[in-house]
């Protein structure tokens, strides 16, 4: 059924690069007869599942939406990915995105834009679009994205899905095609907040291929699935409803909290201050991860060469130049340049330090609230091409979403209405460090 869906809905959603179809069927045979055997027993065994293309799926073309990479096929698979294989995941194909995770839009993609099966004038958001715009879509029942600013939860909120993005180090970094090291994390896209918690469970793990990997107390997120917020102390950051914020979005998200409030949460507004840091901030330590990260692609290991070049250096300023796209290259600049001498102090550095402040005002606003409560984005999907031109307008959009990750708190989007064009919104829950029980009761309680 997901396949026929994907057949009949790519040409208008376009949420694929890669369709799996044959793949996946035989896949889905040898699995049945493990269900069928007793051998595999869990919640996911069988279920098709979209695989965003920044994770490594051996013997399966894994692309990053990138030109560079158009070619490369892993010879190994994602921990992530194989924690879902184990537990009798079909995968059925791998999901567009903005190139290299960087965008809001999935446009930035070399295999062209995904749209949002909502209204395919509009854009899915990114830069897990694809992952997004599938579930959305019903091609598949749920996928994995990543999230690095934002990246889950607001494609999330554009295409009325639920995504979580996990706690620092929950999920094994291992095969995935590395954004900005210190802030990217894997986590579920599904229809709802059951599934979600479902899949976590599957794909979190403690691994030592990744050194940043946590061990956790307990991976058991599904038992958090109880309709009970009484007691629960939920915070309003008055930063998160100020200029920029669309109207019916505020009035939507202010709707969700009053839900939980006459379900028994205690709600308060407070002072999150040095929200309107968290932008420069991000881009400039992304963007400095990004330039050292993708240095990689050099055209001499693996990936795109240029066909014509004049000696070595040559080689790597053609293959990069022809291979990366333009919003690729204007991170690399942007990253190179404040991690230069002269200017690491000046940027780099200060950037590091807000990182800190940011952490020490969300740590302050935990000692007071279990959860704290905002927008997913200031907007509904914007059009498609309306972005492109305005790079800093995209970047403002990042504004609710990004100080999760510079803290590394985990964070959840769920839908909470339409707007007037009967656009989804998305509201956000963000919850203290391996807090995810609370954030998974939470959300639940509200749908
Ligand atoms: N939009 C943000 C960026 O472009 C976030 C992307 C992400 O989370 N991968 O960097």
């Keep these: 059924e997901a396949l026929d869906a994907v057949e009949k809905k790519e040409k208008d959603v376009n949420s694929f690069v890669t369709v799996m179809r044959k793949e996946a069927l035989e896949r889905a045979k040898e699995v049945q007869e493990k269900i069928d055997n007793g051998e595999l027993t869990g919640p996911l065994a069988g279920v098709p599942v979209a695989i965003k293309d920044n994770m490594c799926t051996k013997g399966t073309l894994t692309t990053c939406s990138s030109k560079i990479l158009r070619n490369f096929v892993p010879t190994y698979t994602a921990q992530a990915v194989a924690n879902l294989e184990e537990a009798g995941a079909v995968i059925i194909g791998k999901t567009n995105m903005d190139e290299f995770a960087m965008g809001s839009t999935t446009e930035t993609s070399a295999f062209g834009p995904t749209k949002n ?17 599938a579930v959305a879509a019903e091609e598949c029942s749920y996928a994995l994205g990543s999230d690095t600013g934002g990246s889950i939860r607001q494609p999330s909120s554009f295409c009325g899905v639920t995504g979580i993005k996990p706690t620092y180090g929950t999920v094994s970094r291992y095969g995935l095609i590395a954004y900005g090291s210190s802030l990217d994390q894997i986590g579920p896209v599904a229809k709802d907040v059951t599934d979600c918690a479902t899949i976590l469970e599957v794909i979190a793990s403690h691994d030592t291929k990744d050194s940043t990997s946590v061990e956790r107390e307990d991976y058991d997120f599904t038992s958090a ?50 929200v309107e840091y968290a932008i420069p901030a991000y881009y ?37 130049s022809e291979g990366f796209g333009a919003e690729v290259k204007r991170r690399i600049m942007l990253g190179s340049f404040v991690l230069s001498s002269g200017y690491f102090d000046a940027y780099y550095l200060k950037a590091l330090r807000t990182k800190a402040l940011i952490k020490k005002a969300f740590d302050k606003a935990f000692e007071k609230y279990d959860i704290i409560l905002g927008p997913a984005a200031p907007t509904t999907a914007p059009k498609l091409g309306e972005s492109l031109s305005d790079p800093l307008k995209m970047y403002l959009g990042d504004i609710y979403t990004i100080s999760v990750n510079l803290a590394g708190l985990p964070g959840i989007s769920l839908p909470c209405g339409t707007d007037s064009k009967g656009l989804p919104i998305g509201l956000q829950l963000i919850g203290d460090c391996f807090a995810e029980k609370k954030l998974i009761r939470t959300a639940y309680a509200y749908e």
Excluded at 257 to 269: F, S
């Design 117 to 133: 099966p909502w209204n395919t004038e509009h854009v899915p958001g990114g830069s897990s679009g694809g992952s997004c715009a």
């Design 225 to 274: 699935l109880v309709d009970d917020v009484k007691g629960i102390k939920i915070g309003i950051p008055k930063d998160y409803f100020g200029e920029g914020l669309d109207p019916e979005v505020k009035e939507a998200v202010l709707a969700a909290a009053k839900v939980l409030e006459q379900k028994g949460a205690i709600v308060e507004e407070f002072d999150l201050s040095l």
């Design 284 to 320: 400039t330590i992304a963007c400095a991860e990004a330039s050292s990260n993708l240095e990689r692609f050099d055209g001499v290991k693996y990936g795109y060469r240029a066909k014509e070049y004049q000696g070595l250096h040559n080689m790597y300023k053609k293959s990069r």
